[in-house]
């Protein structure tokens, strides 16, 4: 039986993003835009041509609207399915366990995915990640402090890390979106978010 996946269009102040979601519920791909369609047929080819439908459940909508809002650690509680090879889903789930308002550097991540030599691994698996911000790889930065690469751009990545850091302050000051961002916070309107039901 083929697969299902539920897919939908985000806008955020950091552009348009795009998710797949798999029947069970768990976030099998999100991306920006301009990176959707080679990792999307890439998704094809792992749940062998599913069925595309429209529509994503609604506490995943929910999580990438409350992270936009300022509940920087929203996304935590979302089930994420990633595949990858072991090594990468290793690094993946490092990945996950940095709280947000915090950096680790490649180095770090390499030496706690038990790698310590790997760094170029790390920064490959990063460069792989088919979830972002969910997976946060933006949170991973060079030992020297600076902010080295992102497959989103580095001014959304700069973007990313400073409105985590105004998300954990208890008085958080709202940014401006990034040049060609939406400057709300809402990322699907309600009405048009499909509910989709999970399987048991």
Known sequence: MKETLWTSTHESPVGTLRSAVRSDGALV???FEDSWSPLFARVAVRFADPRVSPGVPVHVVEAIEAYFAGEVAALDALQ???AGTAFQRRVWAALRTIPAGETRS???V????GAPRAVRA???ANGANPVVIAIPCHRVIASDGALHGYGGGLERK???LAHETQGMRQTPMALQPMNGGV????LVEQNLVQKVPLTA
Do not use: E, F, I, K
Not at 183 to 186: F, H, K, L, R
């Open 29 to 31: 791909a999100l991306a």
């Open 122 to 124: 790390v920064g490959a």
């Open 80 to 82: 994420v399915d990633p």
């Open 158 to 160: 700069r973007w990313l």
């Open 183 to 186: 400057g709300q916070s809402a």
């Open 106 to 108: 490649y180095a770090a």
């Open 110 to 113: 390499a030496s706690a995915v």
